[in-house]
């Protein structure tokens, strides 16, 4: 199972940055791969003797402040990105367009990190910006449903009128920030949802219910992840999973087979007698193929 980082790890990357890398300086900042880098003004290097004052996430975007003047070192991880947390970063010369590593950033006390990004579809994304709204993918995130003032009335508001199912409303960042496929997929479970319900037709006791299990279960991959250094992230958030990526294995709630819905280039799980009456969904990929 490939370990796509949603809000609970970027949470937990975000809280090991702000403890290791606030009050010390940017020595160096340097992309190798130059296609993750999607701003030029200011440039990379303005970076460089920049303090680290402050570390923010919003929704799955890391945000690091950098300078008096502040600038903002923006990523995100995208599926096979990852962050590789070093004490000392290695003397190794990287070279640029080779292996896995997207930016490496260098700080005063010799420690450092890289991003790196696995596979060959390449989609880790780097910006510098003056202020973090300067970044696209953050001026459209809808509410942080993980803050503590966002209430089942606005839940409720968000899901009005949206004649979509709820899987995918979880999912669309500009609705709910953070939540990807994994957590959706347990959310949904925990709520004992069809994914594909219609997030409008939801009755009011739905509702309550699909946020009790949202908050809940975001929560608890939170609490989880909190206080683990990266290398330990992708381990907890596996173990944690109910029925995402268990295709094939028992629901720990009822004892019936996850099953999955197959698409083009992702896949999802749930458990028929939890979430569906025990019908098991129509898999799309396998349905077009059987016409
Ligand atoms: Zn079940």
Sequence with gaps: MSV????????????????????????????????ALKTFDPPLHALAGGTITAVARHGKFIDLTVGAEPLHLVFHLARAGWLRWFDEVPK?????????IALRVKL?????FDLTEAGTKKSLAVYVVRDPDDVPGIARLGPDPTAPGFTLADFQAVLDGRRTQIKGVLRDQSVF??????YSDEILHAARMSPYALAAKLTPEQVE???TALRDTLAEAVAAASGRPPADLKDAKRRGMQVHARTGEACPV??????????????????????TGGKPLADRV?????K
């Design 177 to 182: 920030a953070g939540i990807g496929n994994a």
């Design 254 to 275: 009822c004892g019936d087979t996850v099953r999955e819905v197959r698409f083009a280039d992702s896949t999802f799980q749930y458990c028929p007698t939890c979430q």
């Design 286 to 290: 396998l349905s077009r193929l059987l």
């Design 92 to 100: 190794t010369i990287l070279k640029p367009g080779k292996g896995p």
């Design 108 to 112: 005063d006390d010799g420690a450092g």
């Design 209 to 211: 219910t699909l946020f």
């Design 4 to 35: 796509v980082p949603e809000l609970p790890e970027v949470d937990a990357l975000a809280a090991f940055l702000r403890e290791r890398a606030v009050g010390h300086a940017i020595t160096s900042a340097s992309v190798t791969a130059i296609s």
